[in-house]
């Protein structure tokens, strides 16, 4: 299994572009999230996913959008680059949560640079 | 779901027992204590978790107080490789919203 695979690994925006975070899971689960990770801190969640076709908004959701039409990807869509979004981002992926709870598998993230 | 406290950093000496506090005095019934580490700049790694009892895999061990107010991540024999941070985290099964504090920068010095 490839396990969470990101593309791109790096990218660069110039403020007031687009572009999507790809993240797609071989394991079957049916959990998803994006978390994103700002220098020297934590990880923050922006957005998650139960299953194909729901999604719900985490911790930091504002200038983002997500969507789940398969249970294998999960792209995160950003609008309107800006500055306070130059962060690295996570993608992750768990079991249906069930039993023993939700171990997450996180992928090797995506470096992006707003200036 | 509860938050954790943890010291920001530590030193461990190569080949010695490394241990990881992490007081979760909030954390209720169905909480479970879950260990994950970053190493550099990669992506998180899931260490171990638990419910009421110690556990062991073969990377590392988890205490649990009784109370469940506290717990302690061992790696017995550090490596120079175990050098990361290590963030403790509180999730009830199913948990969404789970909160990545700042962790533990562990060094592990030769």
């Known amino acids: 299994n490839a396990g969470v695979t990101q593309t791109p690994k790096f990218r660069i925006l110039k403020i007031g572009q687009s572009m999507t975070l790809q993240c797609t899971q071989d394991m079957n689960h049916n959990y998803m999230y994006w978390y994103r990770q700002d220098p020297g801190m934590g990880l923050k969640l922006i957005y998650y996913s139960v299953g194909a076709g729901i999604t719900d908004k985490g911790e930091v959701p504002n200038g983002y959008n997500v969507s789940r039409s398969t249970t294998e990807d999960f792209p995160l869509r950003l609008e309107l680059a800006a500055p306070s979004q130059t962060s690295v981002y996570f993608c992750a992926s768990s079991y249906s949560g069930a039993g023993a709870g939700d171990t997450q598998y996180f992928g090797p993230g995506t470096r992006l640079t707003v200036l | 779901d509860a938050k954790t406290t943890q010291p920001p950093s530590m030193d461990c000496a190569e080949g010695r027992a490394a241990n990881l506090p992490c007081n979760h005095s909030?954390?209720?019934?169905?909480?479970?204590v879950y260990w994950y580490r970053q190493i550099h700049s990669q992506g998180p790694q899931y260490i171990i978790h638990g419910l009421k009892n110690n556990e062991t895999n073969e990377m590392a061990s988890l205490i649990i107080t009784e109370d469940r107010k506290s717990s302690t991540l061992i790696l017995p024999h550090a490596t120079l490789r175990d050098t990361a941070v290590y963030y403790c985290i509180v999730s009830r099964t199913g948990g969404f919203k789970t909160i990545f504090g700042a962790g533990t920068r562990l060094f592990v010095k030769a």
């Open positions: 909030t954390i209720s019934g169905n909480e479970y």
